[in-house]
């Protein structure tokens, strides 16, 4: 008969052989079904730990017809399962669209909620609307910090009375910053109705914006400007295209930063700004994407562990591109497509995310497939130098659940030793699985 301490040794095994002998990107339990109906833009934030919480928008959760109910989050334990039952982000009483939603999340599993607020106020009579405090055509961003159990900490605020495309990061202690992008574009017709098409537009110079705030909630400051386009000219019957669009932040425990973002100026790219936990800026801007890989760079997304390494990845075109950087700010490879998969075909770009271990592995998702209607998420798993982990995992094995094949949009993280958490949509139904590191 085995003596205790063999017994207990025993039981511990028996305990940590899923983990053990887990291969890197091995399923770890059964997909978790985090939401029933959903509708897009769905985002995970995970600490080191392996706390982890979702936000989205999707239908109402009780019938409602208040849309702000419509921004949803949701908790997820460090072994996957969820935590409470879904958050409604905003409140009962709150007017107006939500959407693009971003979050992020600190050491004690505090967290924050971005996302774009709309609030129009259409006249029937004036051919345009006019961007005013209460009458724009561009959203505000506005923001909500959550305690780690998932209550409110304070009413939502507003980070910016203009913008779009906002994301999030937060250090260890919970200090954050938000940022966004700003359309140049003063006066705009809605293309077709009600308004004739031939309305004039404005613009003028489109801007990469941030703002930093304490861990309570308190700005620390006005919003700082990061990156400024030529005035964009103004056009008749077509509406000028931004210049500069999407950013993407990232940050270490301490409150250093990198914000990222895209720049149709003098051609395309993908630049970057690293910022210390002050928000100074550390060295000139940088240009991420080069060569073939920038040529029509879009949608970068950022991951940075806490000691500062950091990853960035983007679409080109039909492909996805991934970069990785150390501590100090130093590419650690050039810009590269990842390697075809097993069956002979690439990962298309859709709108890839990433996320980061202490190490510095990578994991990549993406969506794949040429017709739409029959698109796939993946995920595969790169080492801090580049090479790859693993081939292209699929996000779920065998067919899609019902009623549609469609996988249409992801996002991952991971947590300190390299389990990643991926997050993936389909057509009705929002979904979470867990996937062991290296």
Avoid: K
Avoid at 78 to 87: F, K, N, R, T
Avoid at 162 to 180: E, K, T
Avoid at 424 to 433: C, D, E, F, P, V
């Amino acid at each position: 008969m085995p003596t205790p301490s063999i017994r207990w040794l025993l039981v511990l095994l028996t305990v940590l052989a899923p983990t053990v002998l887990a291969a890197p990107g091995d399923r770890l339990g059964a997909p978790v079904v985090i939401a029933a109906s959903s509708d897009s833009n769905p985002d995970v934030a995970r600490n080191r730990n392996g706390a982890a919480v979702v936000t989205w928008t999707g239908p109402l959760i009780d019938g409602s017809t208040n849309l702000g109910d419509t921004l949803l989050a949701q908790r997820i334990a460090p072994d996957g399962s969820l935590q409470g039952g879904v958050i409604a982000v905003r409140d009962r009483d709150a007017r107006g669209g939500a959407g693009n939603p971003r979050v992020a999340i600190d050491a004690s599993g505090g967290f924050v909620v971005v996302w774009e607020h709309t609030l129009p106020f259409v006249l029937p009579s004036v051919p345009f609307v006019l961007e005013l405090p209460t009458l724009r055509i561009s959203p505000e961003i506005r923001a909500r910090r959550f305690t780690p159990d998932g209550v409110p900490a304070g009413n939502e605020f507003i980070v910016a009375l203009r913008g779009n495309s906002p994301h999030v990061a937060v250090d260890d202690v919970g200090n954050l910053v938000v940022v966004w992008a700003v359309d140049g574009t003063l006066v705009n017709a809605t293309d077709g109705y009600p308004y004739p098409t031939n309305t004039p537009r404005v613009a003028l110079a489109d801007r990469i914006e941030s703002r930093r705030y304490f861990a309570n909630g308190t700005a620390q400051g006005p919003a700082r400007e990061i990156d400024r386009s030529p005035r964009r000219p103004l056009l008749l019957n077509d509406r000028a295209p931004p210049l500069l669009v999407n950013p993407s932040v990232a940050m270490d425990s301490t409150g250093r930063h990198v914000v990222a973002w895209t720049s149709r100026v003098d051609g395309q790219g993908i630049f970057a700004q690293a910022f210390d936990a002050v928000g100074d800026a550390r060295g000139p801007r940088y240009l991420v994407s080069e060569g073939p890989n920038g040529v029509s760079a879009q949608l970068v997304s950022l991951a940075m562990n806490r000691d500062g390494a950091h990853a960035a990845t983007w679409a080109n075109g039909a492909n996805v591109v991934l970069r990785h950087y150390d501590t100090s700010g130093a590419a650690l490879t050039a810009a590269f497509t990842p390697p075809p998969r097993p069956d002979g075909s690439i990962a298309l770009g859709g709108e890839p995310r990433i996320g980061i271990d202490d190490a510095g592995n990578v994991a990549l998702c993406s969506s794949d497939g040429g017709n739409f209607a029959q698109r796939r998420v993946s995920l595969q798993l790169f080492r801090a130098n580049g090479t790859p982990l693993t081939a292209a995992l699929p996000a779920s094995l065998g067919p899609t659940p019902p009623p549609s094949p469609l996988q249409y949009a992801c996002s991952v993280a991971m947590r300190g030793d390299g389990e990643s958490l991926l997050v993936y949509a389909t057509r009705g139904t929002l979904y979470a699985q867990r996937f062991a590191g290296p």
